[in-house]
């Protein structure tokens, strides 16, 4: 029973990543057609529209009753929205302001910061080889993705923000599906309305200061309409499968298995937009983190690989959990 009931898990996580992955891989791949063709370079107003569409899947599956009605403190909300909408600013403005190679060096941080919230706020501890793994896929990424690495003060601050905001908003999905034994799309139904609000109206004034442009001034066709509603359907896909995988697993476990996204967009950026830039030091930093992934994969499921020494307070031991969310109530992450 054990068995069957651990190989349906085994197959739902399988399945969470690879939703995931796919609609992750899309919507880059699409935005950057979007942005790079057509010339919408709104990102944070594209980001609000997201959130937008969202919404309304949101509300249709309320109304259709696939969704339960749930509660969340506002203030729990307002704290959620905040690190967001802070992650997606301070990123927006980081790859304005920094080299690509520090902006790429900013995103490989957030997996220790990540480490460090979960062993402080949950007292989780890793093993030497979950340390080690974690190390040799940061080490493989950096290798595919680093090239020029110039700093400034502003743009220092800027990726400080954005790592730093980002871990606490990946954490913080977490934390509330476990406190309030909320499913993903409850918890999507609760943030995505104030995100989208908020970045709808900050979103426009934000992408004229990066970019010089206006949203409302941009020439509208129907192919760059077409490319717009593309990327707000991926999207709705893309912010499920992200709350559904963190909270089946970790910030942590999100991130370091994520960046078998960046090698598959590498890959498919190779396959479609031409081989410039593909040369024996990517190859090499791909190979390295893909065997970092599995390493850590490995060492995190063995017993003592990674596991919580005890709940947080704010955690109520055997409480329900969701389909959409881990159904392991040991102390083992």
């Not at 080299?99 to 060096?105: D, K, L, M, N």
């Not at 003060?153 to 599906?177: E, M, N, P």
């Not at 129907?222 to 909270?247: D, P």
């Not at 020494?309 to 409480?319: H, M, R």
Request: glycine share 8%.
């Amino acid at each position: 029973m054990s068995a069957s009931k651990g190989d349906s898990k085994a197959t739902l996580d399988a399945t969470a990543w690879m939703f995931n992955v796919v609609t992750s891989v899309g919507i880059i791949l699409v935005n950057k057609g979007l942005m790079a063709t057509y010339g919408f370079t709104f990102a944070t107003t594209l980001t609000g529209l997201h959130f937008a569409t969202t919404t309304v899947l949101t509300i249709i599956f309320r109304w259709l009753g696939f969704i339960q009605s749930s509660h969340l403190p506002l203030s729990e909300l307002l704290k959620f929205v905040m690190f967001a909408n802070f992650s997606i600013v301070g990123m927006n403005v980081s790859l304005m302001w920094n080299s690509v190679g520090f902006y790429q060096i900013a995103k490989l941080s957030m997996i220790p910061v990540s480490c460090f919230l979960e062993v402080v706020l949950d007292k989780v501890r890793y093993s030497r080889d979950t340390k080690l793994s974690i190390g040799l896929v940061l080490l493989g990424v950096g290798v595919c993705t680093i090239t020029d690495v110039s700093v400034n003060t502003k743009g220092f601050l800027a990726a400080l923000i954005a790592v730093w905001s980002t871990a606490l908003q990946q954490y913080y999905v977490h934390y509330l599906q476990r406190k309030y034994s909320m499913g993903s799309f409850n918890l999507l139904g609760h943030t995505a309305p104030v995100q989208a609000t908020s970045l709808l109206i900050v979103g426009p004034f934000l992408d004229y200061w990066l970019t010089n442009k206006r949203v409302d001034a941009y020439h509208y066709t129907l192919t760059s309409m077409a490319f717009i509603l593309l990327s707000c359907t991926i999207a709705v896909g893309t912010n499920l499968s992200q709350f559904i995988c963190i909270g089946r697993f970790t910030a942590v476990s999100f991130q370091v298995i994520g960046h078998m996204k960046t090698i598959l967009v590498l890959i498919l950026g190779f396959l479609f937009f031409g081989k410039e830039g593909l040369n024996l030091q990517v190859v090499i930093g791909m190979i390295v983190a893909v065997a970092g992934m599995i390493w850590y994969g490995n060492a995190s499921s063995k017993p003592g690989g990674k596991e919580r020494l005890s709940y947080s307070p704010s955690f109520k031991v055997g409480e329900k959990h969701s389909l959409l969310e881990s159904t392991d109530s040991e102390e083992k992450v």
